[in-house]
Every structure is written in C-alpha cells, then in structure tokens.
C-alpha cells in the first residue's frame, strides 16, 4: 500500500503564502497531482507535475499564483501557494499516478490537507 504523506496546511489570511509538502515512499509514478475540495463543491485538479522532466500544468485559477517543483532525491513534491485567496479555501490532496493514453491517471492518494485563506 503507498502512502503520501502531505503537510504545510494552515490558516492564512489574503495575500498570503502557504507551502504544502507530499511525500512518496517510492517513485514508480510518471506524474504526481494536487487537487483541491472546497466544502460543498467538488474535487478539482489544481496543478500536476512528471517526475522526469519536471513538466506541469496548472488550473487557470492558480496559473501564476502557485508552482509545483520537485525534489527527485526526496521523492517529494512542493506546492507553493502564493497571494492566497479566500476562494483557495480548501482541503488539498496529493495524487500520485501515471500518464497514459488515456491521460493522467492518479490511483493514489494522500490524507489531505487543509488551507483556510481568511479575508
């Protein structure tokens, strides 16, 4: 069973920073993902990057606020929140997966971790 291990949630008001950290035991996965849930809306994909070559994508609504890196030697990948918004509330998960034919394909997630942006 893998785990990632996320951290660097909080509360922060507008404007802000945040960086959250996720943890993978391994690196066998092409791609790792952060997704978001904000309370009564659906999980949306926020930013995801390859392991290889460092590529990402992110959500238009986060495009130029926040940037994934990663840190190959720590298996571990970053994502720094900056000028946080109130609408950036929410809790946010790591996802690690592979890219297929198909597309991106996550099938494994982290707990969660929870930004609160206050106005």
């Known amino acids: 069973q893998v785990q990632l291990v996320e951290s660097g949630g909080g509360l922060v008001q507008s404007g802000d920073s945040l960086r959250s950290s996720c943890a993978a035991p391994r690196r066998t996965f092409s791609i790792m993902g952060w997704f978001r849930q904000a309370p009564g809306k659906e999980r949306e994909f926020v930013a995801s990057i390859t392991w290889s070559g460092g590529n990402t994508e992110y959500a238009d609504s986060v495009e130029g606020r926040f940037t994934f890196s990663r840190d190959n030697a720590k298996n571990t990948v970053y994502l720094q929140m900056n000028s946080l918004k109130p609408e950036d509330t929410a809790v946010y998960y790591c996802?690690?997966?592979?890219?297929?034919?198909?597309?991106?394909?996550?099938?494994?997630w982290g707990q969660g971790t929870r930004v609160t942006v206050s106005s």
């Open positions: 996802a690690a997966g592979w890219v297929t034919s198909s597309g991106e394909q996550y099938d494994y």
